[in-house]
């Protein structure tokens, strides 16, 4: 009977498995009035026989509940989505969001109700769209039945494979490996699973089904952290995908990417698991308030990242905004990264982002053209609804308007100004004023504008030094700086006026002996390089504002303000008198409209140039008055008082009030630019 009691124990317990779906007998086995557990030969052949004929019955069962599951319509629903489950429990679904980036929000795409599979299942999270099929896979938690990889579309849901419990980080490598992490109990440090042949696997009706296969949970790997391996480790909430090469040796890396507090953790999945840690230079715009589960590092639990661009975005769950970085931006060396804020998010909780392989984001601007040597930002109609912002090429040689301008048009543009070229990207950076609100912004040829930074309102003047730092001039708070523009990764928020109103501010407001700079710098700047002492220098030169003194009358000269700015603090303004050539104001019959009342009697200098003019780099202002455009020849420190002295180009622009102008400097080293002889 030995040999008769093991096959009825392992007939039993597979007819048993066969038999039972969850806690309800299948229709295959009622009839059987508990007889299995008869021990006598006859039984023992009646459960051999109830065995053959449940398996063929079971294999008839896992083919007919098999599924075909239909590929996520990313070109028609988008490329962005994102998975949520709802704190409310009486709210009996999970979402399928798709995430609108012009204005940070959601809208839903499928909703899922918690009744689609029996027993009801929790929550879903660590969703990914595969690359090549564009299924979409998440995590499903079914209360004491277990965790799931699941395929879900528009109108089902499928079972693939177990999971490990309480996946909340996932994404696909293109090697059809998916990539879950996660912990129980919110423990901190977590495990990761990973699940290769996605794509080749069968998709089957129920969670039973899997069971019936006999099939096990997947299980943990390892990986090396501070050169250990081990099976828990801590990563943020979510996962974007890093194809680039970080390291720089000639080769492409796979990591996975995430965010927890302010560091970037990237997980090596190309070759042996090991994971980094790195940290956010000193010019990342992350948020920086405290988050709502303080001392705790805030959690950053929805991430996306896209193959054609490579950008990769991440969102806290506290709503603090969706944040850019790209892999170009990973210092290797420095184990440091560059992130800035991209746009608003919504608070959620449970949650998890999910991307289609293709990038909806604004096209890169193109680089400042070698023709125009001399651009001119002007609005006419400043402040009002129609406003006209252009941006007109002039012929150096000879001032007439090239034709190779454009118009800057976006809804609610109230105006354009401290517009610059910066010398590491070579693209032009222009602030555009709303009414709720000025845009450090990438301009281009073709109209794009590509949303970099919020400033504060009203600033007219510009420049960047040769290191990319951009300098700009406010009228309320005077001289401020941004560092790093090139490093953003810009958003787009045209045809948007109520999304362009947030709190964000940028702009770190410069100061001299606690005063500001805010009346004492011209209404446009140009870069001016010297050697003093053997030591070289860089300076802001403006030309000011300055009027007419009736009572009692003075002799008018022009003055010039020079801020020496070489170490990237600014010092203390230095003011010059010019040796003469510079034009008076116009007289009060020739003032146009745009000067009155204000500006009678008045000459302001709304545009210089760092520019070559008959192949010579040189130093240009021109007055709104359109009197001249001026070459700066000369500086002289040592003079008592110190001048400037300008040469009359003989050529015009056109008279506007709002106005200012740049140059794309393709041809000049950086280092070469606003160099003008001194004495």
Known sequence: MKQIIFSFFSCTAFAETLCKVGDETTPDCEGLDGRLAADDTTDDVRVELLQRDLQLKHSKIKARGSLTMNPW??????????????????EEY????????????????????????????????????????????????????????????????????????WMWAATFDHKDNYYAYGAENNQELGLMTVISGVSDMTVYESWSDLDGLGQQTSSAVKVKVNGNPTERFRVG??????????????????????????????????????LFTLTCEKTCNLPHTAPPNYPKKRVWGSAWSYSDSKKMYFSPDDGSGVHVAHPKRINWKDQTFFAN??????????????????DEGIAPADICKDSMKMLRSTTENLDKDNAINKIVSHDPDTGKDTGEGWVVSDAGLKG??????????????????????????????????????????????????????????????????LDDLSKYEAFDLTNN???KNISQQGGEIQYYDGESYSKILGADFAIWKTTEDNVAKTYIVSILRTCLTK?????????????????????????????????????????PDFMRPNDVGCQTWGSSWNM???????????????????????????SSPPTATFSDTGISVGQVGWNNGFSCKNEQEIQDIGKVSSS
């Open 73 to 90: 319509n990313c070109a028609l629903n988008g490329s962005s989505f994102q998975a949520t489950t709802p704190d409310d429990k009486s």
């Open 94 to 165: 999970s979402n399928i969001t798709r995430w609108f980036r012009e204005n940070g929000t959601y809208g839903t795409v499928v909703q899922i109700p918690f009744s689609k599979t029996s027993p009801k299942f929790r929550s879903i999270n660590s969703c990914a769209v595969h690359p090549t099929t564009e299924k979409l896979y998440c995590s499903m938690e079914i209360n004491n039945k277990g965790s799931f990889l699941v395929a879900i579309d528009a109108e089902k849901i499928g079972f693939v494979h177990k999971l490990l419990p």
């Open 237 to 274: 909430a979510d996962f974007a995908l890093i194809n680039w090469d970080v390291q720089g040796t000639g080769e492409n890396q796979i990591y996975l990417a995430s965010m927890l507090g302010d560091e970037m953790k990237l997980l090596l999945v190309s070759s042996e698991y090991e």
């Open 341 to 358: 804020w991209y746009g608003p998010a919504v608070e959620t909780d449970w949650n998890d982002g999910i991307s289609c392989p293709i």
């Open 416 to 481: 354009i100004n401290a517009c610059a070229v910066n010398p590491v990207d070579n693209i032009i950076y222009c602030i555009l004023h709303y009414g709720n609100g000025d845009w450090v912004a990438r301009l281009s040829a073709q109209g794009t504008i590509g949303f970099v930074r919020k400033v504060y309102n009203y600033a007219y003047a510009a420049t960047f030094d040769s290191k990319g730092t951009y300098w700009f001039l406010n009228n309320n708070e005077g001289l401020m700086k």
């Open 497 to 499: 006026e109520d999304n």
């Open 551 to 591: 009572n009692p009358p003075q002799e008018f000269k022009n003055r010039i303000s020079l801020v020496d700015i070489t170490d990237g603090t600014p010092k203390k303004v230095l003011v010059l008198d010019d040796t003469g050539v510079l034009p008076k104001p116009l007289a009060d019959s020739d003032t």
């Open 612 to 638: 070559i003019r008959k192949g010579k780099e040189g130093i240009f202002f021109a007055p709104d008055s359109a009197q001249g455009v001026y070459k700066l020849e000369k500086i002289d420190l040592k």
